[in-house]
T-cell receptor
Framework: GAVVSQHPSRVICKSGTSVKIECRSLDFQATTMFWYRQFPKQSLMLMATSNEGSKATYEQGVEKDKFLINHASLTLSTLTVTSAHPEDSSFYIC????????????FGSGTRLTVV | RKEVEQDPGPFNVPEGATVAFNCTYSNSASQSFFWYRQDCRKEPKLLMSVYSSGNEDGRFTAQLNRASQYISLLIRDSKLSDSATYLCVVKGGKLIFGQGTELSVKP
């Protein structure tokens, strides 16, 4: 089945540094990648939608200059959290629409970011 | 009002019990509906799609009532392995997730 590989699974960084999270679609072409954030005991919140070769579309309240998204190829999308602060600590997860189906989304395994 | 609302629970039930989760959504133009399962600190995984005619997959039955904008999930004969958070998900132009309902099945 469709697989989205997300790395790293866990990262701890110092406040003020940047962190890059990668999502790769292993056996299909992900023309669209969705990036979510989930705080403890809360729902997944869509941060942005990225389409290959074009600028990402950010949800209201998400700073595009802080959360840089690059989707340069059909199999790779990256999210960079710039100048991370403790309040950015969260579970970040990507998702792509499974090729060949009109429903169901394949998720990466998530990245747990802790900013200290 | 949240776009997708669920009772967060937790639901604590004994093995073998039948448990029902409910979900309501606000956008009547929503096109597709799903239940996902999320284990602690892991990614959501698709449990089943939901159709107006109702659909069943083993011990799981999902139902959609478009008029009431209401979605349900019924789990029969609960297993310990069913313990997880169940996410109601609605698709319009994008996926909208409910907060999730936590289920804990005890021996």
């Amino acid at each position: 089945g469709a697989v989205v590989s997300q790395h790293p699974s866990r990262v701890i960084c110092k406040s003020g540094t940047s962190v890059k999270i990668e999502c790769r679609s292993l056996d299909f072409q992900a023309t669209t990648m969705f990036w979510y954030r989930q705080f403890p005991k809360q729902s997944l919140m869509l941060m942005a939608t990225s389409n290959e070769g074009s600028k990402a579309t950010y949800e209201q309240g998400v700073e595009k200059d802080k959360f840089l998204i690059n989707h340069a190829s059909l199999t790779l999308s990256t999210l960079t959290v710039t100048s991370a602060h403790p309040e950015d600590s969260s579970f970040y997860i990507c998702s792509a629409n499974t090729a060949g189906t009109n429903y169901g989304y394949t998720f990466g395994s998530g990245t747990r970011l802790t900013v200290v | 009002r949240k776009e997708v609302e669920q009772d967060p629970g937790p639901f604590n039930v004994p093995e073998g019990a039948t448990v029902a989760f409910n979900c309501t959504y606000s956008n009547s133009a929503s096109q597709s509906f799903f239940w996902y399962r999320q284990d602690c600190r892991k990614e959501p995984k698709l449990l089943m799609s939901v159709y107006s005619s109702g659909n069943e997959d083993g011990r799981f039955t999902a139902q959609l009532n478009r008029a009431s904008q209401y979605i349900s999930l019924l789990i029969r004969d609960s297993k310990l392995s069913d313990s997880a958070t169940y996410l109601c998900v609605v698709k319009g132009g994008k996926l909208i997730f409910g907060q999730g309902t936590e289920l804990s099945v005890k021996p």
